[in-house]
């Protein structure tokens, strides 16, 4: 019978505990340079303070593990949000990482150009909304003097 989600975590939690903390960060991040063949800036600050470390690579595991994505995706999608937030060094271990997960060539460039779009799209979003926002006023008409309701008819700002 095989052994559910949950019990798998409780396991694994059981795992910690009974090693310890600082063991299992240790252990867990040999195996993240033997996978990857380096550990990220940001697991090895954690791993000053094992506890931080391990709950965020358990969190970080339950999540990719639980997903009912296909690995490839998920790190295909980890991609594309690491570009998004012009992260280098996210964009290109989960880069490496979908690379081993089977990812092509063609894939990568895809979800790149995709990340790329919707980043954009995002700051011309945000940035009309502020604009439209912000002009629905006129602050040099309104520092003449001039009312919202009778705006001045020379006002360059609001054409």
Not at 28 to 37: D, V
Not at 47 to 63: A, C, D, F, Q
Not at 121 to 150: H, Q
Request: aromatic residues 6%; contains cysteine.
């Amino acid at each position: 019978m095989e052994k559910s989600t949950k019990e798998e975590f409780e396991a694994r939690l059981a795992q910690i505990v009974e090693r310890g903390a600082d063991v299992t960060a240790d252990e867990w991040m040999r195996e993240i340079e033997e996978e990857y063949g380096r550990v990220p800036l940001i697991f090895k600050r954690m791993g000053e303070r094992p506890e931080v470390l391990i709950s965020h690579l358990l969190y970080k595991g339950t999540v990719a593990q639980t997903s009912p994505l296909d690995p490839k995706y998920v790190e295909l999608i980890s991609l594309a949000v690491g570009a998004a937030l012009k992260c280098p060094h996210c964009t290109g271990y989960h880069m490496q990482a979908a690379l081993k997960m089977g990812a092509s060539r063609e894939e990568i460039l895809e979800v790149i150009l995709l990340a790329g779009m919707i980043s954009n799209s995002s700051v011309l979003a945000n940035s009309y909304r502020i604009f439209d926002e912000k002009m629905d006023r006129c602050i040099p008409c309104e520092s003449k003097g001039m009312s919202k309701v009778n705006p001045d008819k020379n006002c360059s700002i609001k054409k």
